[in-house]
């Protein structure tokens, strides 16, 4: 599922073509145009199959903009190369520009998927060599990845440009216009409720298929849409939708992302790789993780070269509890290198397993897991009246973790015990920039993160190796809560506008 084009919003076209049924077989763009494809029910499948390919492409990056603009990580610089200072070092230091190349790179990507979203949507009823359950099924897994897609839009950046169907001219593609967040929070809800009316439960998915967005899928990620929206009874009562479905937490906390139990009873939704061949579905991500210098002493290949990127902060180091179960799953606090030194460096280590092909890992990363709905039951019943019984779903994850039930908490001292549980319990999992845009005030925010900010520079998790700081780094003021429109996309639409203070 690697192949998809990376093409602007303005250059978008469809890449479809015949393959194998299997849910991570990949398409090549080059062979059938949209109009001559959509004959057979094959076919629909392998444009939705293309559709979860782009999936890759969009979470390989999120931890950029979800986990190291946050307190969770940092970076190990390196000095001898500074070409990432205004890439992703901008994120960590909240210096991001309109003119930044991930930026552009995650709206032009979110945007490509979307596109070919829109064109499998619109040709599924046209489709008649298929029963109207499997449309239904089809239809609900593309609406539920075009809700993903703009729920992420949405909270990066704010007013977006809403698009359900596809362009027939591509001159319509520069009269674009960013349409309010009311307006795609109520596509997203459509999306995801219709979805979660017609896709199949994640128990009925066998073989190739399990990995499909299921029913608790949409009800899921419905009930984190109402929470961000902050529709508290909406979020409870679509949440409590999932507690009969079927879903458990997993006894050992490793075992949740041990890739020899991907799709576990505890995952709602997690994207599909497979390492251990050359099919181009291998993921990577502790090559990235693992700090500089440290070849093979984590992956396990002493020729391999990890960038050392999303290292855990000595914040969120300091936010496990004693004693919590979670802590060496999710993170290490240094390596032992091949001359026996131990290198306090930390690392996450949750996406950290053996595999047999340098640089291709088999691992799959989580985007909704059943510990997640079970904190987000508990936040929103607290928002309605306090407490009341929300202890019961957050004792059940701190239990597995090994930690004593809370009790005795008013509103507020629960709401920050929630934050506490949600940054431990979640972490390096693309969630705590959103929680703490959802959690948060944007003035505190502010303090928050500043208050990071200074502690790191006073005393950084890791050597900088000579590197200062700027004036600008670590300056959080408020307004890059938003990320900024692509220079690139506003030039080719005059249209847009841009979010303030960039």
């Known amino acids: 599922m690697k192949n998809i084009y990376k093409l602007s919003i303005f250059l978008c076209f469809l890449a479809i073509t015949s393959c194998k049924k299997d849910f991570l077989d990949l398409t090549d763009p080059t062979r ?28 390989n990056s999120q931890y950029v903009f979800a986990e190291m603009s946050s307190d969770n990580t940092t970076i190990q610089l390196n000095p001898s190369d500074r070409g990432q200072t205004d890439r992703v070092e901008a994120f960590e230091f909240w210096n991001v520009t309109a003119t930044n190349v991930n930026i552009a790179d995650l709206y032009n990507q979110s945007y490509n998927a979307l596109y070919n979203i829109n064109v499998a949507l619109s040709k599924i009823e046209g489709v ?23 729920f992420n839009l949405v909270r990066y950046f704010g007013p977006v440009v ?3 169907e596809p362009l027939v001219n591509s001159s319509d593609a520069f009269k674009t216009v960013r349409s309010p967040e009311n307006e795609i929070y109520a ?44 529709d508290y009874p909406k979020a409870e009562s679509t949440l409590r939708q999932i507690l009969p479905l079927g ?17 576990n009873s505890e995952s709602l939704f997690e994207i599909q790789y497979q390492g251990g061949n050359n099919l181009g579905e291998w993921s990577s991500f502790i090559y990235t993780f693992a700090p500089r210098g440290s070849d093979g002493a ?24 004693p004693n919590d179960k979670r802590k060496a799953v999710s993170l290490k606090e240094g390596y032992t290198n091949a001359g026996g030194t131990f290198v306090a460096i930390p690392f996450v280590n949750k996406y950290n397993h053996p595999h047999t092909i340098e640089g291709r890992t088999d691992d799959n990363w989580p985007v909704l ?16 009246n306090g407490p009341g019984n929300a202890y019961q779903y957050i004792n059940l994850v701190r239990s597995r973790a090994g930690l004593a039930a809370l009790s005795g908490l008013n509103q507020e001292t629960f709401r920050t015990a929630i934050r506490h549980e949600r940054r431990v319990e979640l972490a390096f999992e693309n969630d705590r920039w959103f929680d703490l845009k959802r959690s948060l005030t944007n003035a505190q925010m502010v ?16 050597d900088r190796g000579g590197v200062p700081f700027t004036g600008n780094d670590y300056k959080f003021d408020g307004y890059e809560a938003l990320y900024p429109i692509p220079d690139r996309q506003r030039f080719l639409d005059k249209n847009l506008t841009q979010n303030p203070g960039y």
């Not at 459509?190 to 967005?213: F, M, Q, V, W």
């Open 298 to 321: 984590i992956t396990g290949f002493p020729t391999s070269r990890p960038t050392g990127w999303n290292i855990p902060t000595k914040s969120i180091i300091a936010e496990f509890e």
């Open 369 to 384: 897991r059943y510990s997640d709905v079970l904190l987000m039951l508990a936040e929103a019943i607290n928002e309605q």
């Open 247 to 263: 879903y458990i937490l997993v006894n050992d906390y490793a075992s949740v992302f041990d890739p020899n139990n991907k799709n």
């Open 128 to 150: 008649a060599a298929i029963s109207d359950k499997k449309k239904a099924q089809f239809k609900g897994e593309l609406q539920f990845m075009r809700a993903y897609y703009y």
């Open 162 to 164: 809403l698009m359900t």
């Open 32 to 59: 059938k145009t949209a109009d001559k494809f959509y004959q057979t029910e094959d076919q629909v499948q392998q444009a939705v199959s293309g559709a979860y390919s782009s999936l890759q492409d969009h979470v």
């Open 447 to 462: 303090v928050i993160l500043n208050a990071h900010g200074q502690a790191e520079k006073a005393a950084p998790t890791v």
């Open 187 to 230: 596509q997203i809800i459509k999306d995801l409720t219709d979805a979660a009316a017609n896709l199949p439960l994640k128990s009925e998915y066998t073989g190739a298929d399990i990995g499909r967005a299921s029913k608790g899928a949409a009800l899921g990620l419905l009930g984190k849409v109402y929470l961000t929206m902050k």
